[in-house]
């Protein structure tokens, strides 16, 4: 801004100083012509004056003699000052300043006029007669064409020059403005010009964040002190925030609905701290209330949506001082829940190793039988489901035999500590449960178990596989297993494998109990026993193995018992309460694998049922004048002579609980109530046995569904059994089992 | 140098943080447990730096706070405290701490509070002397 008006004011002086300079050429000149004027005056008195000595007497003479010699004198001044510079006086006696004559014409006319003034002179200075006089003013006469062409060339000279000056500074006077005028108009071009491509720039950088705002996937806006959005802000933030038209108003306004009132309260604190200069921005961050923040957004179809949203707050500065601070919001919704998938991905694997330590802390025997029986199990299931059936009633049985098998299986997993097992169990038995409660079934509804099912068989054959992995199973009776088993999914649904299998398990057994040291009468034995699954399984069984199943025999019954306690143990911790438990000839009496099976899934459940129902929590024991630790016996006997054998589960607990099963009886609704007033023990203690009926106040994973007794029943049918209970308040409760071991 | 003092209840956590602090560019002047000894040192000690828990027996770390600035409002608070409930944190601040830093924490992130409130420090006096 400073040079263009140092240009002006430069163009000024300079157009200034010019027009003066030709000024004073002009006033100069102007001067000469005056000058020449007056000569010509001076002249044209001298003659005047001469005409009128010619005729005047002499007493007025001496006033023209005055006169001439004044006129005289102007003259030569004037010569002397147009010759060579110098001053006159005027008419008005002011004295004038002449410059010499400058140009060539009029110096010669002026050498010219002064030859004829010399004469003049000469002659003027002897006016002493009349005859001088006449001869002067004769002379002046004759000079007189002479004296005015001189004076007059003179004139024109000096005026054609002071006319061309007079035209410079006209020039001058009409050039210099309209320099300054357009040097004015040039500068303003030039300024409007900037001006308006910075206020384009200006428009074109408003335009550019615009386009940033609206394309930006991120919720960007700006709050003040007072918490109030700026006008300006991305367009994803109302989706966002599922709000529009943001700007003016106030964040809290926006979040209300979005967050709890105190995660409000803390945002309106953490914004107010972030505008104080003392708190250190970075250091906050913890304590931003919406980092992170789960929000439930209505969805188009009127349902409600879980969502994260991510506020960031990032302070701006304007001359070292927080005047606003710039908001971003973003949905992480996707990574958060990639986040928790991860998550559950990582439990699950986490479980997988939990059951690979439970596997390594099982007895194998146990967990080779676990693993048998739990794919007997699923095959059982599946053969329930491939059954045709299409009444109501059949559909009934197929699912409430379904349960016992599921029932069952959550029971081992959960004395084998097998969680994994135990959930999902869990998960198909509440499927059930709940079609069966139902009441009205289609073949449909079975088709979600498939998937159960499969999920059981493949956390089965991993468990198998890990177990054969460790290496420590694989020898011994349980080799035969890998027959069925080595293949990556074991044909266990085919029924005559399965059968090969188990009648593999009976010969062996048979064989070791009555020829344990003979490896050849085995393998004679199982040659004859059955087809070509058994041949094959032969091949697996080398004489060493022999030698083995004879060692694995008193392991085996340790282990037996080891399990039952493991798994009453198990038991009662889970329901809080304390037991000794002793486990007596488990392994004494000969009995067929579908025995040793039936006569295992009834101590389960009776054990199960002795634990949670029968023994009392220790503190209402101690109330009793009891011991803390409850008392459970799990006895097998032979009954020799009878060709039978009896199972019994003993508690010291609290007896049946014949009142709770007439209160169970009538809030089922199933009958009428003044029946069931009137039952007696007897009848009460049939109800144990109806299906869905159950006396616990709580359903989990040990009691509550209505089903042991039930199970029990059924289970007790297929070993052709008895049941007997005999119970007494406060002391005991013994269920008693006899059945037939002849096979 | 700076000062620091470091306020915890427990001493694994003051022994933690110590050890984090050892080659940073901090002169550890004293470990308190609680508030009341956290105020006497303070006196003593005249630290610059402070890093202080809220939930402590005797005197906890908001009280302390309050009193730490009432005595010396220039002193720079960093709390190290788990977050159970962010507006206590908040209320910190509001008391006069400069930062938060929840439990459990790694070194990197406690070194990179120190560096931060060093920074904050230097800054805080350059604006003072520039005022006199």
């Known amino acids: ?743 | 140098m700076y000062k620091l003092l470091i306020v915890d209840d427990s001493i694994i956590i003051q022994q933690r943080i110590r050890n984090i602090f050892q080659d940073a560019d901090v002169n550890i002047v004293g470990m308190a447990n609680n508030g009341v000894e956290a105020i006497e040192m303070f006196e003593h000690y005249k630290p610059d730096i402070i890093t202080m828990d809220l939930t402590m027996p005797q005197m906890g770390g908001l009280e302390c706070i309050q009193q730490l600035i009432a005595m010396d409002k220039d002193v720079s608070i960093l709390v190290v405290s788990a977050l159970s409930d962010k507006s206590t944190g908040l209320k910190a601040l509001q008391y006069g701490a400069r930062g938060f830093i929840s439990k459990p924490f790694d070194q990197y992130k406690l070194l990179y509070a120190l560096q931060k409130l060093i920074a904050a420090k230097n800054k805080h006096r350059l604006a003072q002397i520039t005022d006199k």
């Open chain 1, 1 to 743: 801004m400073l040079f263009p008006i140092l240009g002006l004011m430069l163009l000024i002086a300079f157009i200034t100083i010019l027009s003066s300079y030709a000024n004073n050429k002009v006033k100069r000149d102007l001067v000469i012509l005056d000058a020449i004027g007056h000569l010509e005056d001076n002249f044209y008195d001298i003659a005047l004056d001469i005409q009128q000595l010619n005729i005047t007497t002499s007493s007025q003479s001496s006033d023209i003699t005055s006169r001439l010699t004044k006129s005289t004198t102007q003259i030569d001044t004037l010569f002397d000052a147009l010759q060579s510079g110098g001053s006159y006086q005027n008419s008005a006696d002011k004295t004038i300043k002449v410059n010499e004559l400058k140009t060539e014409s009029s110096r010669s006319e002026l050498l010219k006029l002064s030859v004829i003034w010399q004469d003049y002179k000469t002659q003027l200075n002897n006016l002493n007669d009349p005859v001088a006089t006449t001869k002067l003013a004769n002379f002046v006469y004759a000079q007189k064409n002479s004296i005015s062409t001189s004076i007059n060339t003179i004139a024109a000279d000096s005026f054609a020059y002071t006319y061309r000056w007079n035209t410079i500074v006209r020039y001058i006077l009409l050039i210099g403005p309209l320099l300054i005028s357009l040097y004015i108009a040039g500068l303003a071009w030039f300024y409007f010009n900037r001006v308006s491509s910075s206020e384009n720039q200006l428009q074109m950088a408003g335009k550019r964040s615009d386009e940033i705002l609206s394309a930006v996937n991120e919720g960007l806006f700006l709050i003040d002190k007072d918490l109030v959005i700026a006008d300006e802000y991305s367009k994803a933030l109302e989706g966002i925030v599922n709000h529009t038209k943001l700007a003016g108003k106030r964040l809290p306004d926006i979040l209300s609905k979005l967050v709890s009132p105190k995660d409000l309260e803390d945002t309106k604190t953490f914004v107010g701290q972030l505008f104080s200069e003392w708190v250190v921005e970075d250091l906050v961050t913890d304590l931003n209330p919406l980092k992170k923040l789960r929000t439930q957004v209505p969805t188009e179809l009127g349902g409600y949506e879980e969502r994260f949203l991510d506020f960031r707050f990032s302070r701006v500065y304007e001359e070292d001082e927080v005047v606003r601070i710039l908001v971003s919001v973003r949905d992480i919704s996707d990574a958060v829940r990639l986040e928790k998938n991860l998550e559950s991905e990582k439990q699950q694997s986490d479980r997988q190793l939990e059951m690979l330590s439970t596997i390594m802390n099982s007895d194998p025997n146990i967990l080779q039988h676990f693993i048998d029986s739990t794919l007997v199990r699923i095959d059982n299931i599946n053969d329930i489901l491939k059954t045709p059936g299409s009444t109501k009633k059949e559909l009934m049985n197929k699912a409430t035999e379904i349960y016992r098998e599921l029932h069952s299986l959550k029971g081992e997993s959960s004395a084998m500590q097998l969680d994994s097992f135990v959930s999902r169990s869990e998960d198909a038995e509440t499927k059930v449960k709940y079609l069966i409660d139902k009441r009205e079934i289609s073949g449909n509804e079975f088709l979600s178990l498939a998937i159960d099912l499969d999920e059981l068989l493949n956390l089965t054959i991993f468990v198998k596989n890990l177990t054969d992995r460790i290496g420590f199973i694989g020898e011994g009776i349980n080799e035969q297993v890998n027959v069925f088993a080595n293949n990556e999914k074991p044909e266990i649904f085919d029924k005559k494998l399965a059968k090969a299998h188990e009648q593999l398990v009976h010969e062996t057994t048979q064989t070791k109990q009555l020829m344990p040291q003979s490896a050849h009468n085995l393998d004679a034995n199982l040659d004859s026993s059955n087809g070509s699954m058994a041949e094959e399984a032969t091949q697996s069984l080398n004489p060493d193995t022999t030698q083995n199943i004879a060692n694995t025999s008193p392991e085996s019954a340790d282990s037996i018992a080891n399990f039952y306690n493991q798994f009453a143990q198990e038991i009662a911790k889970r329901n809080h309460k304390q037991i000794s438990f002793q486990c007596l000839g488990m392994d004494n009496v000969m009995l067929t694998p579908e025995q040793v099976n039936l006569v295992k899934d009834i101590s389960i459940q009776l054990l199960r049922n002795s634990i949670v129902h029968g023994i009392e929590a220790p503190q209402v024991r101690q109330q009793k004048d009891k011991p803390p630790v409850g008392r459970v016996n799990l006895i097998l006997e032979e009954n020799l002579n009878e060709g039978t054998a009896t199972l019994s589960i003993m508690d010291d607990g609290q007896g049946i609980q014949y009142e709770k099963l007439r209160q169970a009886a009538l809030a089922s609704g199933k009958y009428h109530p003044d029946k069931v007033a009137k039952w007696t023990k007897k009848e009460l203690l049939r109800l144990m046995f109806v299906p869905n009926l159950s006396t616990a106040e709580t359903s989990t994973e040990d009691a509550g569904r209505g089903i042991g007794m039930d199970v029990v029943k059924t289970l007790v049918g297929k070993l052709k059994g008895k049941l007997q209970i005999n119970s007494k308040a406060d002391e005991y409760t013994r269920f008693s089992i006899i059945f037939p071991t002849f096979h």
